[in-house]
């Protein structure tokens, strides 16, 4: 039996593909000056993959999203689906492009005058899809999201959540292979949300839907991205697994943004109240990390992993743990600890340096009355 050929790395077939991207808007008022939203932006989107966008507020990421759904085009750049370029397509392409493409918004944008089943039934008559066919992928599209009870009710009678499970239905029902999701949990409650990002993890788990979702708010793009780029005033300073870039952002841009998250420091007040304390020592804080300590020197070793117990250990440095966290992030440990160290000062800055050379990020909290 013949075994079909797969790409070399199909994991990573390009989905999206933003190349050297600009978009300008012309000022607002007459003599006012063009304002540059986005700036020389290029990323990729892999196929199947989960790709948030982070960024402050009129950092541009609506802006992205409506120029990857082609609702705006780009000043400057190219914009690709698969191995299409957008601005090159007819209008039959367009249209083709479109249909791929479903999108979410963070007011739901649903027509009030329609029912549930009437909302989602919508893009299939556009699409020029016959009744039976429609009311049967619009009965399977609400079982899917649960709402297949309300298909006759009207939007009005549904909690925040259960409007954007029919905005998620509505989406998907030109079984599109690419979801452009905008801030689409910011109006709803914290339990809401949850339910709301469950649901965008089936869709693209159980469905294979490509998803790129915009959010400020990083719970978001945590609990649900695999990769992430980090938008700054129109341009990507950073992208990256979610694991590396919120336990190690390198730009100032995405620690300003994303640094105090995964990485708490006592405050002043709280270091003030451990140092009046009976310990005395030196106060560290350490960044966690899965695959830190594992740097060169881990060779040397043998590959054995010194963890931070033991190179405090072998320094002969006592190591009480008084402030910080560990959590869990894309199944792998994330978080920071502070340690008051207690033991020679030589002692305590060999094991600091131990440590550093490990790749380990190590801050000293400052001495004094801080
Ligand atoms: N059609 C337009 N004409 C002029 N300026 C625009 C237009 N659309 C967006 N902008 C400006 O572009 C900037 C970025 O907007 P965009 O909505 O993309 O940002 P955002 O990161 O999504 O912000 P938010 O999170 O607040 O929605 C803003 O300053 C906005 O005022």
Known sequence: MSVPAEPADARAEIHVRLERVG????????????????????????????????????????????????LETPTSGRVYLGERELGALNERGRREARGDTGMIFQQFNLFRSRTVAGNVAYPLKVAGVGQPERDRRVARLLAFVGLLDRAHDHPERLSGGQKQRVGI???????????????????????????????????????????????????????????????????????????????????????????????????????????????????????????????????????????????????????????????????????????ELSGADAAVDAALAALRADGVDVVEEPAGNA
Do not use: C, M, W
Request: aromatic fraction near 4%; avoid cysteine.
């Open 169 to 339: 239905a509505r989406a998907l029902a030109t079984e599109p292979s690419l979801l452009l999701v905008d801030e689409a949990t910011s109006a709803l409650d914290p339990e809401t949300t949850g339910e709301v990002l469950a649901l965008l993890g089936q869709v693209n788990r159980e469905l294979g839907v490509t998803i790129v979702i915009v959010s400020h708010e990083l719970d978001v793009i945590r609990s649900l991205a695999d990769r992430v780029a980090v938008l700054d005033v129109g341009r990507v300073v950073e992208t990256g697994t979610v694991y590396d870039v919120f336990t190690r952002p390198r730009t100032t841009a995405a620690a300003r943004l994303i640094g105090t998250d995964l990485r708490e420091r006592p405050s002043p007040a709280t270091l003030a109240r451990l140092r009046s304390g009976p310990g005395g020592g030196r106060l560290v804080t350490v960044r966690v990390r899965e695959g830190d300590g594992e740097g060169e020197r881990a060779e040397e070793r043998g590959g054995a992993r010194p963890g931070l117990a033991h190179v405090f250990l072998a320094h002969q440095v006592a190591a009480e743990v008084v402030f910080g966290g560990i959590r869990e992030l894309q199944g792998r440990p994330a978080g920071s600890l502070t340690f």
């Open 23 to 70: 978009k300008t808007f012309p000022g607002r008022g007459r003599r006012a000056a063009p304002v540059v939203v986005l700036d020389d932006v290029s990323l990729e989107v892999r196929r199947g993959e989960v790709f948030g966008v982070i960024g402050s507020s009129g950092a541009g990421k609506s802006t992205l999203l409506r120029l990857i759904n082609g």
